[in-house]
């Protein structure tokens, strides 16, 4: 007797396959959510529509202590290979891929002058070293900034020397007898540089890693917190408050607010607070409604601001209103293609060959990056001289 076979269609794969990417298994839907609504937050104080949504880089920042935190600094053994592998296959091809893209459909009708400024942070965007490029070009909050599509790399290259001092510790924290006591000597110590530049005034303090790795560290600290329950009441009070904090900021706070400010540290804490609290009605409804932002949040965090840049070059600089929301859904719409076509690719390869296969790939990766970046500096030297 024959048996009838069942092929799956072809709609059922691609819907089956969008659920595994945004709606991974293997993820905490809480956190997913907790990073959409900061990239929202971002992406609306982009694009004029809210004061403080620039708090969103913040609980990034908590969100990526926490992370790091586990992977690096508690897990035991310690895989400096697979370690600086993931971090690379995770960043490198999505934010190479958006600057060859806009590079390449930009550096060629703008001024001279644009031009020079616009390749070099790219290329010190690449090497991720854009923090101290802004810190020596630009302020972050200045009019001036919509000049410059790739600004916004100052948060990724913040990340990314977080994880190389992150990989440092993980490495020597093995010999040291209290790790727990050291994490927290970190962020005491950040903290007291961070208010000491608001004191002073240091406006340049925002893109300083000596001053923001208190928010990474109080990330990590999370893991240190004792293991005991709180009832449910207090626990679902306490996530609510915490949310309602982080929206509030992102609402009402002024750019005198921003770090190194004391109130950076409000939404810092409401940040730890959720995530230290994952089953609660707020971290599994509402932040859970979320989560499929929060998956493609670094695809987003990438695109949308190139994209306000460019749009803004072309209509004269007045992009508001209808217009805006047109090109936020561009914007989208490239962030959703580079999360699947890029990242996931990108990650699913990490994941699938052998270490050194990997180790070879990302030493590629690595290669291309600097060789796009040595591109783009002789871009910018040339356009100064021209």
């Known amino acids: 007797m024959l048996q009838r076979t069942t092929i ?4 059922g794969s691609w819907t089956e396959a969008l659920r595994r990417a945004f709606f991974p298994a293997d993820r905490r839907r809480d956190v997913d959510g907790l990073r959409g609504l ?6 609306l104080f982009h694009a004029g529509w809210i004061r403080g949504g620039f708090i969103g880089v913040d609980v990034f920042i908590v969100i990526s202590g926490y992370f790091m935190g586990r992977s690096a600094l508690l897990q035991s053994p310690f895989r400096p290979v697979n370690f600086v592998c993931r971090r690379l296959y995770r960043l490198l091809p999505a934010l190479l891929c958006m600057i060859v893209v806009v590079c390449s459909g930009m550096l060629w009708w703008v001024l001279s002058s644009d031009r020079a400024d616009i390749a070099l942070n790219g290329a010190y965007s690449l090497v991720y070293l854009s923090n101290l490029w802004a810190a020596g070009h630009v302020g972050y909050f200045e009019g001036q900034s919509i000049a410059y599509p790739f600004l916004h790399t100052w948060s990724l290259s913040l990340e990314m020397q977080f994880y190389t001092i992150i990989f440092f510790m993980a490495l020597f924290l093995p010999y040291v007898r209290h790790r727990g ?5 970190i962020f005491i110590l950040s903290l007291i540089a961070s208010i000491t530049a608001h004191l002073r005034g240091d406006a340049q303090a925002y893109y300083s890693i000596f001053d923001r790795m208190w928010q990474f560290s109080l990330g990590t600290m999370i893991w240190l917190l004792p293991q005991h329950r709180m009832s449910s009441l207090a626990a679902n009070l306490a996530s609510a408050l915490a949310c309602a904090t982080i929206i509030m900021a992102g609402l009402f706070y002024t750019l005198r607010f921003a770090c190194p400010s004391y109130m950076s ?7 730890a607070v959720l995530i230290a609290l994952p089953q609660t009605w707020v971290s599994r409804t509402m932040l859970g409604l979320l989560s499929p932002l929060g998956v493609m949040s670094y695809s987003v965090y990438l ?3 190139p994209c306000i840049v460019v749009a803004n070059y072309l209509m004269a600089f007045s992009v508001h209103g209808p217009v805006m929301a047109g090109v936020l859904v561009l914007a989208l719409v490239a962030s959703v293609i580079s999360y699947l076509s890029i990242e996931q690719t990108g990650l699913a390869y990490e994941g699938r060959v052998a270490l050194p296969v990997r180790v070879r790939g990302a030493l590629c990766l690595v290669a291309a990056s600097g060789f796009v970046a040595l591109g783009l500096s002789i871009i910018s030297a040339v356009s100064r001289v021209h």
């Open 8 to 11: 799956p269609s072809a709609a």
């Open 265 to 271: 540290i409000l939404p810092c804490l409401a940040a």
């Open 303 to 305: 695109w949308h601001w």
């Open 38 to 43: 900061a990239v929202l937050l971002v992406v």
């Open 181 to 185: 006591w050291a994490i927290i000597g």
